[in-house]
């Protein structure tokens, strides 16, 4: 059998479960020269079967870069309505030109079941001013509320009114979705108008300000993530800290380092290299890992126990996948993606705001007491070298003037 053979064969029988073809597709193009992404496209360029081009562009998504070839596959997927919806998964590398022709063919004829439906909704979410321009022509619910990203000021005004009139939730976190000036002055005009601060803390920072200082909710700019070779980036996963490191607080297990970014390679400013934890056991005991890190290096454990991993006893990667790296590319969205995240994506992020499940207000930093920037975000599912040993997605905050994170989880 041969890789030209065997993805197709995976991806067309009926007898092997979804999660199984995706994990075995993944095996098999992971091995392959330029991390499968020649072969990948070349599937792409050939294959008949809407299936196929569905499995191979979903690992396309998780490989960085390879631009042009992505820009030939999606070219050539946009010719067959049976195989069109591959192209959502590429959309965040494809040119200008190319997503507008998409846009113009969905909007011939947008219907709910057009087969170019997954496409535009993945347009929206990565570039919405592309889509913005048909907004009033689209039914689909979830591409109307994509489009909040950067929304004009009278959409924010409108769904502030119908909240004051309806008071129903899902407006006023709309407004604050929508991530403009005129979005966050909105919230902070009904500040005193919620009965639970929590509530309006939320919605402060979704829009993009700390209830606190006022400051960006986020580093910016936003980066997507990509799990690659140790090799390839200097901002590493997987693997341990020298020295004691934080420790579950029931059994005991070492955490795992998820990400240490080299602030010297990253486009935003910070003042040293922030790292990230996480648990490998599956106790639940304490709802994050904080941890200071001492300009010696060291690590300061808040809330919970710390201690020098025993260097014989060997620990699995279990968080990890081996010691990885994380390659960063800028996200096409810079003012945040406004849809509820979908855990099991890949979908990692660096700067910008969080993407969360469900909408919660920031940390505080056991130092200083201010509210912390959000700074990462690590997505469970597949990577190129097995299956992420979390579920849900991690969310890292920094306090860049005490050194410390918190990392927490949310399913
Ligand atoms: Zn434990
Ligand atoms: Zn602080």
């Not at 909240?163 to 500040?191: F, K, P």
Request: proline share 9%; with cysteine; aromatic share 8%.
């Amino acid at each position: 059998m041969t890789p030209e053979r065997d993805v197709p064969a995976i991806a067309m029988d009926s007898s092997i479960p979804d999660e199984e073809k995706r994990d075995r597709i993944i095996e098999i193009l992971s091995r392959l020269p330029e991390s499968g992404a020649l072969a990948a496209v070349q599937h792409l360029m050939e294959t008949k079967d809407g299936r196929v081009a569905e499995y191979v562009a979903r690992y396309l998504q998780m490989i960085p870069d390879a631009r042009e070839g992505k820009t030939r596959a999606a070219e050539r997927l946009r010719q067959d309505e049976d195989l069109v919806h591959a192209a959502a998964r590429l959309v965040p590398w494809l040119p200008a030109s190319l997503l507008d022709q998409f846009v113009s063919d969905y909007a011939a004829d947008p219907q709910p079941g057009s087969p170019l439906s997954d496409v535009v909704f993945s347009i929206a979410a990565y570039e919405p001013d592309r889509v913005r321009p048909i907004a009033d022509r689209i039914d689909s619910k979830l591409i109307r509320r994509s489009l909040l990203s950067g929304a004009p000021d009278e959409l924010a005004d409108a769904l502030l009114a119908r909240w004051h009139d309806e008071d129903d939730w899902d407006d006023l976190e709309a407004v604050a979705r929508i991530r403009t000036g005129h979005a966050r002055e909105a919230i902070h005009s009904v500040r005193d108008e919620l009965e639970d601060r929590l509530d309006w803390e939320t919605l402060i920072a979704l829009a993009g300000q700390l209830p606190d200082s006022g400051n960006s909710a986020g580093y910016h700019p936003s980066c997507m993530g990509f799990v690659t070779d140790a090799e390839a980036s200097p901002h590493i996963m997987g693997g341990s800290l020298p020295g004691p490191t934080p420790i579950c607080l029931d059994c005991r297990e070492p955490t795992e380092r998820v990400l240490t970014l080299a602030a010297g390679h990253l486009p935003m400013e910070l003042s040293c290299d922030p790292s990230f934890f996480w648990y490998s056991c599956d106790c639940y005991a304490l709802e994050t890992v904080t941890v200071k890190i001492n300009q010696d290096g060291h690590l300061t454990t808040f809330y919970g126990p710390q201690d020098t991993p025993n260097p014989s006893a060997h620990h699995a990667e279990r968080v990890i996948p081996g010691t990885r790296s994380l390659t960063l590319e800028r996200h096409p969205n810079q003012t945040g993606e406004s849809l509820r995240a979908y855990a099991g994506w890949s979908r990692h992020q660096v700067g910008g705001l969080p993407s969360w499940i469900t909408p919660e207000p920031h940390p505080y930093c056991p130092e200083c007491r201010k509210a912390m920037p959000f700074l990462a975000s690590l997505d469970s599912g597949p990577t190129p070298f097995g299956v992420m040993g979390f579920a849900g997605k991690l969310f890292g905050f920094w306090c860049d003037d005490c050194h410390i994170s918190v990392t927490q989880q949310q399913e």
